[in-house]
């Protein structure tokens, strides 16, 4: 995946188009198996990534918990995903992550997690943390992002 294109977002009330930053430019590329070995490996190559660029602590840290977040999804919602393709930008003030795997279109939450269920807060932290994301459909799975400005 080259950059991420514009397409129509199917995310929640904060959901804006899939056009990345103004000016993007991608400085980080991963091509992961479809396994839970891609969330630490996606997870330190974006810590490093970022803080070689000089990036917010804070920032990092919210980086780190969203690339968590949607690499686990991809690999526990989309497990016919041999591969899990995570890419970073960064624009002027914004970082755009985004998750491609082999799954079918996003699924919303059916339900909100209770106090002692294990599952199903990664949307809302998504949610909760970015500063837009949404969801589009690519030739053989989909593609989810966030922006997350570089504070």
Request: hydrophobic letters at 40%.
């Given at each position: 995946?080259?950059?991420?294109?514009?397409?129509?977002?199917?995310?929640g009330?904060?959901?804006?188009?899939?056009?990345?930053?103004?000016?993007?430019?991608?400085?980080?590329?991963?091509h992961?198996?479809?396994?839970?070995?891609?969330?630490?490996r996606?997870?330190?190559?974006?810590?490093?990534?970022?803080?070689?660029?000089g990036?917010?602590?804070?920032?990092?840290?919210?980086?780190?918990l969203?690339?968590?977040?949607?690499?686990?999804n991809?690999?526990?919602?989309?497990?016919?995903?041999?591969?899990?393709?995570?890419q970073?930008?960064?624009?002027?003030?914004?970082?755009?992550?985004?998750?491609?795997?082999?799954?079918?279109?996003?699924?919303?939450?059916?339900?909100?997690?209770?106090?002692?269920?294990?599952?199903?807060?990664?949307?809302?932290?998504?949610?909760?943390?970015?500063?837009?994301?949404?969801?589009?459909?690519?030739a053989?799975?989909?593609?989810?992002?966030?922006?997350?400005?570089?504070?």
């Open positions: 995946m080259a950059s991420v294109p514009s397409q129509a977002a199917h995310g009330p904060r959901a804006t188009s899939g056009r990345g930053p103004a000016g993007a430019a991608v400085v980080l590329t991963l992961l198996p479809g396994s839970v070995d891609a969330v630490p996606a997870r330190h190559a974006l810590r490093d990534t970022v803080a070689a660029g990036g917010a602590d804070e920032c990092l840290q919210i980086l780190e969203l690339v968590s977040e949607l690499v686990t991809a690999v526990r919602h989309a497990p016919q995903s041999t591969e899990v393709t995570v970073l930008l960064r624009g002027e003030s914004t970082f755009r992550l985004a998750v491609t795997d082999a799954g079918g279109p996003l699924r919303r939450p059916g339900r909100q997690a209770r106090t002692c269920d294990e599952n199903g807060r990664g949307l809302l932290l998504v949610e909760a943390l970015a500063q837009s994301w949404g969801s589009y459909p690519v053989g799975g989909k593609v989810v992002w966030c922006d997350v400005p570089t504070l």
